[in-house]
């Protein structure tokens, strides 16, 4: 197909098409011999915007939310404009240095630390407000820095719109939007992607640094068109240093009000009755089967997250929001959810992944941003393993039994009570794009997963990071030990994986046949490839599972 956005179910963009690009190149002098960095403690020519061994903030500024990744990068360049971004990124180059790229810190793997190199840190750009693209269309920006729940307040406190974006939010939109970005109001209103209209990027091509803004609107095949597209889910650090993110005036409003719902199993009622944890998965598999399509009309407003915890953990928790004033749907939804079990639910004992809402209610309403902060999953900063799934099916019994097996097997000597297989609801008007419109592929998706482990103790690294590798890898034996993508005719149940959770086991740079591309972005990869090699040619930002540009 030609490199035209297909619209099926995109928000459409105010403002006309202009032909050609719009670059802007900052008035930034030319290249010149730059002196070395200075020595620990020493003076640096950006005064306090650059941090360097021996500063007090070296060490929490040169590692992010993941207790795992540490390095010693030579400096830390805290970005306070656009100026100060090209300048950055031209100083690293001219000094040999690699430069990586942190929001808000929280990639779950060591993509962003960066010994000897140069940390680019844009979290001092928190603005969000109102503008106008470079067309002259009125939208909402947000600045890279910004973190989720930034967003969600001065969008909603300002203007009354929101964003579709997660549920975590000391995440930094930065990363967040490039990779997708879904949340609690995805099945209503889609992905964050879906709404984005233009991208402010610090791009390098042929030599050159320079800011470039792209939108959704410039010529189908130009440059920045695919510039744009490969910031609707291709991922962070491959292509520059974002800058700003542009969003439609047309943004959803959020609902005035919503109910939670929290609900537990114990864990030691489970264990007597295995067929009630078997018949809970397929109960969960089976509703979002049925109610996931693009033109759900009934549950478009629900988002539901079950939490499997290993059995040490104490109770398995069934967290809901329903997005309606009427009850009604939502109490069907939960008797749906314990039809057929003989474990009866109760009021959650345990936190779950981050979560504890003991309601003896089991529902209760209250202002949207309100629940929005009480469904905040960031937790403490501790050691972390990520794994993610889509699924397009019901859970397989195979599925099923190694979940079992997995969550009731103990490991001598190491603390399993934070390890979990998080289910997320998924679909509605996800699915109502069409899967090459945005790097996003997984549009028929019915269910999300996040296979997590968190500890403390760096000596039960290697514990943690074996036993959640078994858990997934027995989960999808029968497609080769990852969620295999499904082609037309040959449904496998479930659709690769979430570029935002990466997981080095899927494979690197390094491999000769990594599955990452495959898994992350399948038909949709050649194209980013071929933005890799328009505005990247040198590679010049690059981490373990970056977009690899065709020879």
Same mark, same amino acid.
């Given at each position: 197909?030609?490199?035209?956005?297909?619209?099926?179910?995109?928000?459409?963009?105010?403002?006309?098409?202009? &032909?050609?690009?719009?670059?802007?190149?900052?008035?930034?002098?030319? &290249?010149?011999?730059?002196?070395?960095?200075?020595?620990?403690?020493?003076?640096?020519?950006?005064?306090?915007?650059?941090?360097?061994?021996?500063? #007090?903030?070296?060490?929490?500024?040169?590692?992010?939310?993941?207790?795992?990744?540490?390095?010693?990068?030579?400096?830390?360049?805290?970005?306070?404009?656009?100026?100060?971004?090209?300048?950055?990124?031209?100083?690293?180059?001219?000094?040999?240095?690699?430069?990586?790229?942190?929001?808000?810190?929280?990639?779950?793997?060591?993509?962003?630390?960066?010994?000897? @190199?140069?940390?680019?840190?844009?979290?001092?750009?928190?603005?969000?407000?109102?503008?106008?693209?470079?067309?002259?269309?009125?939208?909402?920006?947000?600045?890279?820095?910004?973190?989720?729940?930034?967003?969600?307040?001065?969008?909603?406190?300002?203007?009354?719109?929101?964003?579709?974006? @997660?549920?975590?939010?000391?995440?930094?939109?930065? @990363?967040?939007?490039?990779?997708?970005?879904?949340?609690?109001?995805?099945?209503?209103?889609?992905?964050?992607?879906?709404?984005?209209?233009?991208?402010?990027?610090?791009?390098?091509?042929?030599?050159?640094?320079?800011?470039?803004?792209?939108?959704?609107?410039?010529?189908? @095949?130009?440059?920045?068109?695919?510039?744009?597209? &490969?910031?609707?889910?291709?991922?962070?650090? =491959?292509?520059?240093?974002?800058?700003?993110?542009?969003?439609?005036?047309?943004?959803?409003?959020?609902?005035?009000?919503?109910?939670?719902?929290?609900?537990?199993? +114990?864990?030691?009622?489970?264990?007597?009755?295995?067929?009630?944890?078997?018949?809970?998965?397929? =109960?969960?598999?089976?509703?979002?089967?049925?109610?996931?399509?693009?033109?759900?009309?009934?549950?478009?407003?629900?988002?539901?997250?079950?939490?499997?915890?290993?059995?040490?953990?104490?109770?398995?928790?069934?967290?809901?929001?329903?997005? #309606?004033?009427?009850?009604?749907?939502?109490?069907?939804?939960?008797?749906?959810?314990?039809?057929?079990?003989?474990?009866?639910?109760?009021?959650?004992?345990?936190?779950?992944?981050?979560?504890?809402?003991?309601?003896?209610?089991?529902?209760?309403?209250?202002?949207?941003?309100?629940?929005?902060?009480?469904?905040?999953?960031?937790?403490?900063?501790?050691?972390?393993?990520?794994?993610?799934?889509?699924?397009?099916? +019901?859970?397989?019994?195979?599925?099923?039994?190694?979940?079992?097996?997995?969550?009731?097997?103990?490991? +001598?000597?190491?603390?399993?009570?934070?390890?979990?297989?998080?289910?997320?609801?998924?679909?509605?008007?996800?699915?109502?794009?069409?899967?090459?419109?945005?790097?996003?592929?997984?549009?028929?998706?019915?269910?999300?997963?996040?296979?997590?482990?968190?500890?403390?103790?760096? &000596?039960?690294?290697?514990?943690?990071?074996?036993?959640?590798?078994?858990?997934?890898?027995?989960?999808?034996?029968?497609?080769?030990?990852?969620?295999?993508?499904?082609?037309?005719?040959?449904?496998?149940?479930?659709?690769?994986?979430?570029?935002?959770?990466?997981?080095?086991?899927?494979?690197?740079?390094?491999?000769?046949? +990594?599955?990452?591309?495959?898994?992350?972005?399948?038909?949709?990869?050649?194209?980013?490839?071929?933005?890799?090699?328009?505005?990247?040619?040198? =590679?010049?930002?690059?981490?373990?599972?970056?977009?690899?540009?065709?020879?």
């Amino acid at each position: 197909m030609d490199h035209e956005i297909s619209r099926r179910g995109l928000l459409s963009t105010a403002g006309a098409v202009a &032909a050609g690009a719009s670059v802007t190149a900052l008035g930034v002098a030319p &290249a010149r011999a730059v002196p070395a960095v200075p020595g620990p403690g020493g003076p640096s020519d950006s005064g306090d915007l650059r941090v360097l061994p021996g500063d #007090g903030r070296y060490e929490t500024l040169s590692q992010g939310f993941n207790q795992r990744w540490t390095s010693e990068p030579a400096y830390i360049q805290l970005v306070t404009d656009d100026r100060s971004a090209v300048s950055a990124v031209r100083e690293a180059l001219q000094r040999g240095l690699r430069p990586t790229v942190r929001s808000g810190g929280h990639c779950y793997e060591d993509f962003v630390e960066n010994t000897g @190199g140069a940390i680019l840190d844009l979290s001092t750009r928190k603005g969000v407000y109102r503008t106008t693209d470079k067309y002259g269309a009125a939208a909402y920006c947000v600045e890279a820095g910004a973190t989720v729940w930034d967003m969600y307040t001065e969008l909603f406190r300002k203007y009354d719109v929101t964003v579709p974006a @997660g549920s975590c939010y000391s995440v930094g939109a930065g @990363g967040h939007i490039c990779g997708g970005g879904y949340g609690c109001l995805n099945r209503r209103d889609g992905l964050t992607v879906d709404h984005l209209t233009q991208v402010d990027v610090v791009t390098v091509r042929d030599g050159r640094a320079e800011v470039t803004s792209a939108h959704r609107s410039d010529p189908a @095949g130009s440059d920045t068109a695919h510039l744009f597209w &490969a910031h609707t889910g291709g991922g962070g650090g =491959n292509f520059g240093v974002v800058l700003r993110y542009y969003f439609a005036e047309s943004l959803p409003r959020p609902p005035a009000r919503v109910w939670l719902s929290s609900i537990a199993w +114990p864990w030691a009622e489970i264990l007597k009755r295995p067929e009630d944890f078997t018949r809970l998965m397929k =109960n969960f598999g089976e509703f979002f089967a049925a109610h996931s399509g693009p033109d759900e009309p009934v549950y478009q407003g629900l988002f539901s997250i079950l939490k499997l915890t290993h059995r040490t953990n104490g109770n398995i928790a069934l967290f809901s929001q329903w997005a #309606g004033e009427d009850t009604g749907p939502l109490d069907e939804y939960l008797s749906a959810m314990e039809a057929g079990l003989t474990t009866p639910a109760t009021v959650q004992t345990d936190s779950a992944g981050g979560l504890f809402l003991p309601y003896p209610d089991r529902r209760r309403q209250m202002p949207w941003l309100q629940a929005t902060q009480t469904l905040n999953g960031s937790g403490a900063n501790q050691r972390g393993k990520y794994k993610s799934a889509y699924h397009r099916k +019901p859970f397989s019994d195979h599925n099923i039994g190694a979940v079992w097996t997995w969550l009731t097997k103990d490991v +001598p000597g190491v603390d399993l009570t934070q390890t979990l297989v998080q289910i997320d609801s998924y679909g509605g008007r996800v699915n109502a794009v069409d899967p090459c419109a945005t790097a996003v592929p997984q549009r028929d998706s019915c269910m999300k997963l996040q296979y997590q482990t968190y500890w403390t103790v760096p &000596a039960q690294d290697d514990a943690h990071l074996d036993f959640l590798r078994g858990l997934y890898q027995d989960t999808y034996a029968e497609t080769g030990g990852v969620p295999e993508i499904s082609d037309p005719g040959h449904d496998l149940g479930t659709d690769g994986c979430y570029v935002n959770y990466p997981d080095v086991d899927l494979g690197t740079t390094a491999d000769p046949a +990594p599955q990452y591309p495959r898994l992350y972005y399948k038909q949709n990869y050649a194209r980013l490839q071929l933005a890799k090699r328009t505005w990247d040619q040198q =590679n010049v930002f690059h981490h373990a599972q970056s977009v690899v540009a065709p020879d």
